[in-house]
């Protein structure tokens, strides 16, 4: 009797520490609650305070840009010289040099990407689906600097072979190597676009007699579209933004013409050139860099809009 009250006395010792060593843990649970929305919260307003602060820097310092330099001329100007005794500011010659070797890149990225990413999502194996996609990734590893060194010292000379005219400094180059570049995006977007249509839609226009081709072609391609066309227009924003390989590979010449043969300047190099130079603060050249940063920011800006439009366009849900 003794012992089995003993036993009970112990397991109620037991069920009460039990009790209590729950209600400790609950409440720090509850505290856990209480207080991880509001980190979250904080966390997530970091992010949306530093956007606020770029734009309102970018446009304090255009402002006073465009307070010294007209609005129309600078955006109609094909003129840039802003170290000459009379310096002209025309973004032009920047913003064509943007334009062509992104236009370059997607000649590049968008059939070698697609391809890519037609044959992982239809034609590998899993085998060697997990073998390919991984070294393709590499390529998104590389620094852009690498990138520019590989440009200039590879690319360049070995065009100057099929193109005479071809300069030291060009913007064809750099536009090759930038497709190189992000081919993994397109690629693996694309991929993953193309790897979220639901196997019923293969299967059954396999068993209505399709080719592989065809079923990739006229069913799986058309079902992907939206995250194809979004991979394509993240890709050229991407091209947009890159800066250390035309830094590095299409020179300073700040040339407005079409001719991919030629030394061209993009608006990014512009920015790298102006702010490692000596353009003083206070400066017309200082305020310019800003004024350039902001045209960049919102043309990066509109290709992010313009891919969630198209992403939510033309989605296809099953």
């Not at 500011?89 to 997607?106: D, E, N, Q, R």
């Not at 592989?212 to 394509?232: D, N, Q």
Request: net charge neutral.
């Amino acid at each position: 009797m003794e012992a089995n009250s003993a036993l009970k006395k112990g397991n109620a010792v037991n069920v009460r520490e039990m009790i209590e060593e729950k209600k400790s843990k609950r409440s720090i649970t509850n505290v856990l609650e209480k207080v991880m929305p509001k980190v979250l919260l904080a966390i997530a307003t970091i992010s949306v305070l530093t956007t606020i602060g770029i734009i309102f820097t970018l446009l304090s310092e255009t402002v006073e840009f465009f307070s010294r330099i007209p609005f129309v001329d600078f955006f109609t100007g094909t003129v840039l010289r802003p170290l000459s005794q009379n310096p002209e500011f025309g973004v032009l010659p920047l913003l064509t040099g943007t334009i062509i070797s992104s236009v370059i890149a997607m000649f590049v990225a968008v059939p070698v990407g697609l391809m890519t990413a037609i044959y992982l999502s239809e034609y590998a194996s899993e085998k060697v689906r997990r073998a390919l996609k991984p070294m393709l990734e590499i390529l998104a590893g590389i620094p852009t600097i690498v990138y520019g060194f590989f440009a200039f010292t590879f690319v360049t000379p070995i065009l100057r072979e099929f193109i005479p005219g071809l300069q030291a400094t060009n913007i064809l180059s750099p536009g090759i190597v930038m497709g190189i570049m992000i081919i993994p995006m397109v690629a693996s977007l694309s991929e993953d676009a193309m790897s979220s249509v639901p196997n019923s839609m293969r299967e059954g226009a396999l068993a209505l007699g399709s080719t592989k081709l065809e079923v990739t072609r006229k069913v799986i391609m058309p079902a992907a579209m939206s995250g194809i066309i979004a991979s394509f227009v993240l890709g050229i924003s991407r091209a947009i933004g890159e800066t250390m390989i035309v830094t590095i590979a299409s020179g300073s010449s700040k040339n407005f013409t079409f001719d991919i043969t030629q030394s061209m300047q993009t608006m990014t190099a512009y920015i790298v050139e102006v702010s490692s130079g000596d353009a003083p603060a206070g400066s017309t050249i200082y305020y310019s860099l800003y004024a350039v940063a902001a045209t960049l920011f919102v043309f990066t800006f509109m290709m992010n809009l313009l891919a969630r439009y198209i992403s939510r366009k033309f989605r296809e849900e099953y």
